[in-house]
């Protein structure tokens, strides 16, 4: 059984990085045809995709946040990771960490992580 797990502080500074930690379990994260990506949910509004990092540790992220996001991933303790930087209360949301699989669209979930922004 594939399991995720996000960990992270829930509450993060303005103008500070935002770090998440997602431990997977039941599977490598260097199988092939896999991505692992983070996705936020802000209150009130639709999922949004992020970025992903794939099998063979390629970053993908979405245009509007390259230039604060950076994923990346420790093979040995099998986890992927989220760095956001710069964040301001519009950052705020619940963030998730998923499996892909390249294809055929996302089929586990991390359980979410509710990231407040406040001084």
């Known amino acids: 059984q594939v399991q995720l797990l996000g960990s992270g502080p829930g509450l993060v500074k303005p103008s500070q990085t935002l770090s998440l930690t997602c431990t997977v379990s039941?599977?490598?994260?260097?199988?092939?045809?896999?991505?692992w990506s983070w996705s936020r949910q802000p209150p009130g509004k639709g999922l949004e995709w992020m970025g992903h990092?794939?099998?063979?540790?390629?970053?993908y992220y979405s245009p509007s946040l390259r230039s604060r996001t950076s994923i990346s991933w420790d093979t040995s303790k099998n986890q992927f990771s989220l760095q956001l930087s710069s964040v301001t209360p519009d950052d705020m949301a619940v963030y998730f960490c998923?499996?892909?699989?390249?294809?055929?669209?996302?089929?586990?979930w991390g359980q979410g992580t509710q990231v407040t922004v406040s001084s």
């Open positions: 039941g599977d490598s994260i260097t199988t092939s045809y896999l991505v």
């Open positions: 990092i794939d099998s063979g540790g390629r970053t």
């Open positions: 998923v499996r892909g699989v390249e294809g055929k669209g996302y089929d586990y």
